[in-house]
């Protein structure tokens, strides 16, 4: 069974614009993760952040985590069509790592 | 940069046959997983093994899958026979420790049942 579950399924914005995804979990975790896969390609590690963590940021990427409300929010500033890809959360529940649906974003250029 | 290597990238089998996937984790990961991925879903973990041993295979299709990694390094998934259903994108990533680091994944074998 899959832990998180990410909104929207799918996100097209235009090219310089914020992309904000979320993702809720159902219960306690240790840390969350956020990853990009491009299309027929393996995952690639965006952000790891820690249940005693409210925010993170990684260039670009904006994290924060609200473990009161179980969720988690991505966020990508001034998008370019690069980002175009699939956004998984992955928490950590039975310390694996297990995956929601993920957000399908499309940046227009 | 180290990579985690799986073979093959692609293959085709035919419904009944048997069909193995490799992968080679990161050098000094003890932690290895499985995931199956469906074409416009996430990904589905099969399997994790810390070193040799599965800590986790609860979603494991037993009767027709197997996975090992006897020396706690290189890892083989099997299906055996294969069936339509099991057209997937085959991952395998590899971390440090369960489920506290980042995971990083191979390029994944894509799996077409015909």
Redesign the interface.
């Known amino acids: 069974s899959q832990q998180g579950e990410e909104d929207p399924q799918a996100l097209s914005i235009q090219e310089g614009e914020n992309a904000t995804m979320n993702c809720s979990y159902k219960t306690s975790i240790n840390n969350l993760q956020w990853y990009r896969q491009n299309s027929g390609r393996g995952l690639v590690h965006l952000i790891l952040i820690r249940s005693n963590e409210r925010e993170k940021h990684s260039g670009r990427l904006r994290v924060t985590l609200d473990t009161s409300k179980k969720s988690s929010s991505l966020l990508i500033t001034a998008s370019r069509a690069a980002d175009t890809a699939s956004y998984f959360c992955a928490t950590d529940q039975y310390e694996d790592m297990r995956f929601g649906a993920g957000t399908r974003l499309t940046v227009k250029p | 940069e180290a990579e985690?290597a799986q073979s093959p990238r692609y293959k085709i089998t035919e419904k009944s046959q048997a069909v193995a996937f490799w992968c080679d984790p990161i050098s000094g990961h003890a932690t290895l997983?499985w995931?199956r991925q469906i074409l416009g879903?996430?990904?589905?973990?099969l399997v994790?093994f810390q070193d040799e041993s599965v800590?986790?295979d609860s979603?494991l299709p037993k009767d027709r899958f197997s996975a090992e990694r006897l020396k706690g390094v290189d890892s083989t998934l099997k299906i055996q026979p294969a069936e339509l259903g099991d057209s997937a994108?085959y991952?395998c990533?590899s971390?440090l420790a369960?489920?506290?680091?980042?995971?990083?994944?191979?390029?994944?074998t894509?799996l077409t049942v015909v």
Do not use: C, I, T, W
């Open positions: 985690v997983y995931y879903q996430g990904p589905e973990l994790q800590v986790d979603q994108m991952l990533a971390s369960e489920g506290k680091n980042e995971a990083f994944f191979g390029q994944g894509r």
